[in-house]
């Protein structure tokens, strides 16, 4: 079957760090993406992982081990604007969509 | 990158009624996508829409429910027939864009929100 597990939700502090997990098992897999969504828009891309290791990207950073099944995005010097709901997608072999997790809920805090 | 105008924007139905909602996208796309996210839940697919063919249906999805069109390559629809309130929910339309190292990349409407009463 698949699967993909991320905590429901987060807090941190402004000007923290935070790290949000997310663990995956699909049947078949290509790559892994993150999309931030804020409450009332449409999800925008953050990232793309099909290697293992870090892909930085400003503010974000991301990581994937293959052969844990796990990913973490990220989250440097975290401003206000970050509150929103992070979305973990696994690319699967022979499939033409991605698989969505439920989603991470940040809220930042002052 | 691609631009995604989907309408409309919110809407309130009755029960039993129908509404179609419209993805038009800036530009040519092979593969577009309609998804359903509920309060407080992740995306799930619906269908993909197919241009010139019938849609391709997920599980727990059927074409009389759900049937869509896909026209053209930039032009899409979706409607929910025979809505109940378990349909409420917020409808988006999803479009593939491959990138220079051949990565799909999804990009999203804002979405439709659909309330049945």
């Known amino acids: 079957g698949q699967n993909i597990d991320q905590p429901t939700e987060m807090t941190a502090t402004e000007g923290a760090i935070v790290q949000i997990n997310c663990t995956y098992q699909t049947s078949g897999f290509n790559g892994l993406f993150w999309y931030q969504q804020h409450a009332g828009e449409a999800p925008t891309f953050l990232s793309y992982n099909v290697l293992d290791g870090l892909e930085e990207k400003g503010r974000f950073s991301s990581f994937l081990s293959r052969s844990k099944g796990y990913s973490y995005l990220l989250l440097k010097e975290l401003q206000m604007k970050d509150s929103a709901s992070y979305l973990c997608a696994a690319d699967q072999t022979g499939a033409n969509n991605l698989f969505f997790g439920t989603g991470t809920r940040l809220t930042v805090i002052p | 990158s691609a631009v995604i105008s989907q309408k409309p924007s919110r809407d309130i139905c009755q029960r039993g009624t129908s509404l179609t909602i419209q993805c038009q996208v800036d530009?040519?796309?092979?593969?577009m996508f309609w998804y359903r996210q509920q309060p407080g839940q992740s995306l799930t697919l619906i269908a993909t829409?197919?241009?010139?063919?019938?849609?391709?249906?997920e599980s727990g999805f059927v074409i009389d429910k759900f049937p869509i069109s896909r026209p053209n390559l930039t032009f899409s629809t979706l409607t929910v027939s025979n809505m109940s309130p378990e349909d409420s929910s917020i409808y988006l339309c999803?479009?593939?864009?491959?990138?220079?190292?051949?990565?799909?990349?999804?990009?999203f409407g804002e979405g439709s929100r659909l309330t049945v009463l």
């Open positions: 829409a197919n241009q010139g063919s019938e849609a391709t249906y």
């Open positions: 999803s479009v593939e864009v491959q990138d220079t190292a051949n990565t799909g990349e999804l990009f």
């Open positions: 530009s040519q796309v092979t593969m």
